[in-house]
């Protein structure tokens, strides 16, 4: 058995299958990052979304133009600093079909591993999150699909944000 090979695999499983939950909730990962991020930090601004969801403003536009047409998102009146998104009840529950589905992707996954091993291939994924240190923007984007409130103060990827200035953004 080589590492490479077994971990990449495992990744690619995940992926595949998450890529269905996905489909099942109506949203495309772009979709659905902008939504999570918008739902986690309401009111958050166009320029704030782009950096997180790494497109073109753009691209963010039309990306925000499309969820809006779906009511799923919707622009506030501008700040004059931007103008704040807000998601829909309609956009809150695609976010709930999709963190329902995501979980039983994710015990589904699980189920082959004996319980007493679950928590300790847990620690090691949050190992491997903590110890890649990032920036702000880059920490946001990593948990894109995340449930946010989930993880409360004990996020491995929040704590790969250095407490410095470079971390923030």
């Not at 269905?20 to 986690?40: F, K, N, Q, S, Y």
Request: charged residues 25%; proline residues 4%; neutral net charge.
């Amino acid at each position: 058995m080589h590492t490479s090979n077994v971990v990449a695999a495992y990744v690619l499983a995940v992926h595949d299958q998450l890529r269905g939950g996905m489909r099942h909730a109506e949203l495309d990962p772009r979709e659905l990052a902008a939504l999570t991020l918008v739902a986690e930090h309401d009111g958050c601004s166009l320029d704030w979304l782009r950096g997180r969801v790494e497109l073109t403003q753009s691209g963010t536009v039309r990306l925000v133009d499309r969820l809006a047409g779906r009511d799923l998102l919707r622009r506030g009146v501008s700040t004059g600093r931007g103008v704040p998104l807000h998601v829909t009840e309609r956009g809150a529950d695609s976010l709930d079909r999709w963190r329902g589905e995501r979980d039983r992707i994710v015990d589904g996954l699980l189920a082959a591993v004996p319980a007493e091993q679950r928590s300790l291939l847990v620690d090691a994924m949050a190992a491997v999150l903590t110890g890649q240190q990032r920036r702000r923007p880059q920490a946001d984007a990593t948990c894109r699909t995340c449930s946010w409130e989930a993880c409360g103060r004990d996020c491995p990827v929040d704590r790969s944000v250095p407490a410095t200035p470079g971390g923030g953004s």
